[in-house]
């Protein structure tokens, strides 16, 4: 047992009994709904436990706003009332869906706290606001006590978790840049660290989110990161670009290239403060860049293309150096010399799945009416419990891809719940007569059930022995435990936890190559924007949001079959896109003639973007890229040039690399421009 994971399980306990205890002294009708609170609120994390906190107190409200203002104008048609109450939660949870962020959890307690609030208040509606009040008081009361004692008591910030992460991530982010720049980065196991890096940034980015809320972690390294995740978000797809030239130039790099690609390869792994200085390999670089013409080679194109990437691997790398340094001074990153400097004020793009979160939403709505049909059919006085859990357990998971195995998983363990409490209430409470018994009886499972929420492998188990033990113990000031109604509420549970498997298998779930080829056909939509918005959108920002796409895809690589892996790899895409971004920069400088080539090439790209990936790249497009590369060498001004080369080499070894060198010959030249 870690102590970590201990002292997280002792706090938990101790926020439970605290919030219990202060419901029991004033009175709460449900106390123990704020001990449940507890468990469903705290995180290892001081941070997330925060956030979580925040957005829940606020989705509550919100739930409970949404139950006064529902209930008691549709309670004489219940039909109606439970189809209102299901939109409700349905929309409450699309919208969650679609946000991604700690802000979620305001969307699906709203939604699903209208149906724990007012299905049982529907045989009494007249009570529904002291009920609403009474539902607040307690589950705000839980998620205080847990950030109370989350952040005073032994807190532990996130900031050295999401620290070590990156230091991890760029250690071998630099490991990974010398094998490509030594030539090694070609294989599929290359590849698969580059995708593996794409998941990692993901999961920092997700942790870095609980930053804001903690009061522990300073405020130059909260944006110092932000700073250095936008360079790490940039350095992947700039590697595949590097490696892409270096394998166009295999048998024909010059040795001064060879030499200061070695060269390139020690200083970028030297973590020593004795490195060669940054400003010497660009004054390096700069001394081999080719002076290009319209009898250029492909080779000096591609040399050319390969030399302003090393300058660009070179600036992020020097820059990932710098601000890593001053988060580790507590220096304000926003007056620290970097060499590329992205746009400030830029929101983290995220990817959006609409289609995918409606039918989520589709989902639970299904399955709380036809829980609610069997209540109204039967008539069963405790059947309120169904609806209600089915609410829960499919907003819970609906952001998986296939959620039926998470709840069928959180069904059982809450069974498990159901037995372990059975034995509380009617073989070990009875004899209890004081609170400070009940407290030492207590502390041994939910001690359990605490560590078991602390390991990121448990949590699941931990989370539904700890929130449902809680409550369905159902502690009031008097014991008042009653079999009968007891299993009654138990059956309700599990039919509601039974009908959100059946339904979610027969409405929800989808497989993971199915949702990854969803992620490819949205990459491949945004790139075709780009490319009809001529460029028109912040780099960082659209690394951002195809390097989230690419982070999802590779969270789902281990259940895609071996096969179908390759043609799942959107580095590319994300190279496509930059390169297209790139040539933004030349459009005001360049000639007319140069101007309408590109701009006919990017309406080619568009179109063969909406098709895939449905079908090959034509080779019209590849034409049209090699049109527009024949002008753009002649173009006077160096700046544009470069500009437009950079960007027009890139897209064509993007999508065409296994495409004859450029060009082929003078009289194909002749005929490109013709």
């Known amino acids: ?362 989902g639970v709505v299904v399955a709380i009416l036809v829980c609610c049909a069997f209540w109204i059919a039967t008539g069963w006085t405790d059947g309120a419990s169904a609806p209600m859990m089915a609410a829960v357990a499919c907003s819970f998971f609906a952001a998986q891809d296939d959620p039926a195995p998470s709840i069928v998983r959180f069904a059982a363990w809450s069974l498990v719940a159901i037995v372990i409490d059975a034995v509380y209430l009617f073989a070990i409470i009875p004899a209890i007569s004081d609170v400070e018994m009940l407290i030492a009886s207590l502390a041994p499972a939910f001690l359990l059930f605490g560590i078991l929420i602390a390991r990121p492998r448990t949590t699941p188990i931990g989370m539904a022995l700890g929130a449902n033990g809680a409550t369905l113990l159902a502690l009031q000031s008097t014991y008042a435990a009653d079999f009968q109604s007891y299993a009654n509420s138990a059956i309700a549970f599990m039919v509601g936890m039974i009908a959100a498997v059946v339904l979610t298998r027969l409405v929800r779930s989808a497989r993971a190559e199915w949702i990854a080829q969803r992620l490819l056909r949205s990459s491949w939509e945004t790139l075709a924007l780009t490319a009809e918005r001529r460029g028109h959108h912040d780099r960082a920002a659209f690394v951002g949001l195809m390097l989230d796409r690419l982070g999802l895809l590779a969270q789902r690589f281990a259940s895609i079959p071996e096969d179908d892996r390759r043609t799942l790899d959107n580095l590319g895409q994300i190279r496509v896109g930059l390169n297209i971004i790139d040539l933004r920069r030349a459009r005001h400088s360049l000639t007319a003639a140069t101007l309408a080539a590109i701009d006919a090439m990017l309406d080619r790209l568009a179109a063969a973007c909406r098709v895939q990936p449905a079908r090959p790249m034509a080779p019209a497009l590849l034409a049209s890229i090699d049109a527009a590369l024949a002008r753009t060498l002649d173009e006077p001004k160096a700046q544009a040039q470069e500009d437009a080369l950079i960007g027009l080499v890139g897209i064509r070894m993007g999508l065409f690399p296994a495409a004859p060198a450029y060009p082929a010959g003078e009289a194909d030249l002749r005929s490109l421009v013709a």
């Open 1 to 362: 047992m870690r102590g970590p994971d201990l002292a997280f399980s002792l706090k938990t306990f101790g926020a439970a009994m605290l919030a219990l205890l202060i419901a029991l002294w004033i009175d709460l009708p449900r106390p123990y709904w704020a001990m449940a609170t507890v468990y469903i609120t705290s995180q290892p994390l001081a941070g997330a436990t925060a956030s979580k906190a925040f957005y829940r107190v606020l989705g509550t409200l919100a739930g409970a706003a949404a139950s006064v203002a529902i209930v008691p104008n549709f309670v004489n048609a219940p039909e109606l009332l439970c189809l209102v109450v299901a939109l409700w939660t349905g929309a409450c949870l699309y919208v969650s869906l679609l946000h991604r962020t700690p802000r979620s959890y305001l969307f699906m307690l709203a939604g699903y706290t209208l149906a724990l609030i007012g299905f049982p208040a529907v045989t009494d509606p007249g009570s529904i606001f002291d009920v609403a009040v009474a539902r607040s008081q307690e589950i705000t009361l839980g998620i205080v006590c847990a950030t109370l004692v989350s952040t005073i008591v032994f807190p532990r910030s996130a900031a050295p978790a999401v620290a070590a992460k990156v230091d991890n991530w760029l250690r071998d982010a630099r490991r990974l840049s010398r094998d490509v720049l030594l030539g090694q980065g070609g294989t599929w196991d290359d590849r698969a660290r580059r995708l593996g890096l794409a998941a990692e940034a993901l999961e920092i980015d997700t942790l870095a989110t609980h930053l804001a809320f903690d009061r522990l972690a300073d405020h130059n390294a909260v944006r110092g990161l932000r700073a250095l995740r936008l360079h790490m978000q940039l350095l992947l797809p700039l590697l595949g670009s590097v490696h892409d030239r270096l394998a166009a130039l295999e048998g024909h790099i010059a040795p001064q290239l060879a030499e200061l690609l070695q060269r390139l390869a020690r200083w970028i792994v030297d973590e020593t403060h004795h490195r060669e200085p940054a400003a010497q390999l660009r004054g390096a670089i700069a001394a081999l860049q080719p002076s290009l013409h319209a009898e250029s080679s492909w080779e000096q194109i591609v040399t050319a293309s390969l030399l302003i990437r090393l300058r660009e691997l070179v600036d992020i790398s020097d820059d990932c150096r710098t601000l890593s340094v001053a988060i580790a001074a507590d220096q304000d990153t926003s007056d620290v010399p970097l060499a590329l400097r992205t746009e400030e004020g830029i929101a983290p793009a995220r990817h959006r799945d609409h289609a995918l979160a409606l039918w989520s939403a589709a």
